[in-house]
């Protein structure tokens, strides 16, 4: 797998052809795999059981999103390093989550995912610009607090946090760094396709509202960490819900109607508002967040993240964007699985039918994603010959 642009040495890797797929693959089989442990009674495989399914999806598939998304063209040998670094941890996680390997290697890959991809974000000059960086480090981290909680300060500290509450931190770090990312990929686009049909848009990345989500998301962050002050964290949701709807709707995509691609990523974006919105109304009710986060990891992650996976896959090999079965496929069964999670509620175990149907939902969705991916990566190759 080589880069995509002739004039680029061979021995340079786009990440994303690499760890896309991979990721697709890792969501696919996860989901299902974490119900069937449950329900069956088997207890296998053993990793995703309780947390042990979160933990793979934020610190396995999310963080293998960011590094396609992130780390471009890289020497094969540090793209290998981290590949191999990535299957290891997955593998250790899904078949002995205690084990000393589980524990470290999963750790290891964020650090050394930070430590590749968070200074590249470091030259540019606006804060706005250079938070990314950041956002991406603090989601690692999650993964090495993660550790902490659940090995070396487990019974040590008192009182430590739990592994619920590192897990409901970094869902809202993911909230924060699709708001960021997605936002910025959404504004250009939009931008672009109505500037041809001489519509002006001026509210594009819109600074304030993108600087104010930038402030209110970590502080919800933070106070995810301390249960007194719920409701805090709370009202911050609600208050970046509005706010991200409001961006949305001064993008002006009722005249991208011809653009499905825009729309889907645009939907992708709203699930963000309403995974913040109805986790911030749970906290201020003092009701369990878990159902409404699924909306957050569900309906915005599985929009977005195919939708983008897809985009530049098709962008790369075919200098197009992807046709409009998918990507409305693609929010369809996303919307599916969104809503039949949260239906589920907080016993989900109890509601067996709603849960396979969440689960083959999004599993079917990330299968064919997976399978398009390898068709296009070996289309580009071709066009390369």
């Known amino acids: 797998m080589t880069s995509d642009n002739p004039g680029m040495p061979r021995k340079n890797i786009h990440a994303f052809w690499l ?10 089989l996860a989901v299902p795999l974490s119900v069937y442990s449950a ?4 207890g296998w495989p053993p990793g995703l059981l309780g947390s042990g399914h979160g933990h793979e999806l934020i610190f396995g598939f999310a963080l293998a999103l960011i590094a396609g998304y992130t780390l471009g063209p890289q020497p094969r040998r540090i793209l290998t390093s981290l590949f191999l670094l990535w299957v290891l941890a997955r593998i250790s996680w899904f078949l002995a989550p205690e084990s000393l390997a589980a524990q470290l290697l999963s750790p290891a890959f964020a650090l050394l995912l930070a430590r590749h991809t968070v200074p590249r974000f470091q030259a ?10 950041p956002l991406i480090l603090a989601l690692c981290l999650l993964s090495v607090v993660f550790w902490l909680v659940k090995g070396p300060l487990n019974g040590f500290i008192s009182p430590a946090p ?20 997605a936002g910025r990929i959404i504004a250009p686009a939009v931008a672009g396709t109505l500037e041809k049909r001489g519509i002006p848009l001026e509210a594009r990345v ?16 933070a106070l995810t960490f301390v249960p007194l002050v719920a409701p805090g964290a709370g009202f911050l949701l609600v208050a970046a819900a509005v706010l991200i709807v409001v961006r949305t709707s001064r993008w002006k995509l009722w005249h991208c109607k011809d653009r499905p691609d825009l729309l889907v990523l645009a939907l992708g974006y709203l699930w963000l508002a309403a995974g913040a919105g109805a986790t911030g109304f749970s906290l201020l009710q003092g009701t369990d967040p878990v159902p409404s986060m699924h909306l957050i990891t569900i309906g915005a992650l599985g929009t977005l993240s195919s939708s983008v996976m897809l985009r530049l896959a098709w962008q790369r090999a075919r200098r197009t964007t992807p046709p409009a079965w998918q990507v409305i496929g693609i929010a369809i069964t996303m919307a599916i699985a969104a809503f039949a999670r ?5 016993t989900p175990f109890a509601e067996p039918d709603l849960l396979w149907l969440s689960a083959v939902s999004w599993s079917c969705t ?5 399978l398009q991916l390898v068709v296009l990566f070996r289309h580009s190759q071709n066009r390369r010959k």
Do not use: C, H
């Not at 760890?19 to 696919?28: G, N, Y």
């Not at 949260?342 to 907080?346: E, F, Y």
């Not at 990330?366 to 997976?370: E, G, K, N």
């Open 206 to 221: 819109q600074p304030r509202i993108e600087g104010m989500l930038l402030i209110i998301l970590p502080l919800a962050l």
């Open 124 to 133: 540019a000059k606006k804060w706005r610009n250079r938070v990314a960086g």
């Open 39 to 42: 329900l069956s009674g088997t």
């Open 366 to 370: 990330y299968a064919l994603v997976a």
């Open 342 to 346: 949260l239906n589920a509620g907080v």
């Open 19 to 28: 760890f896309f797929p991979a990721a697709s693959v890792l969501a696919a």
């Open 162 to 181: 739990a592994a619920r509450d590192v897990m409901a931190a970094a869902i809202i770090g993911l909230l924060l760094l699709m708001t960021f990312i």
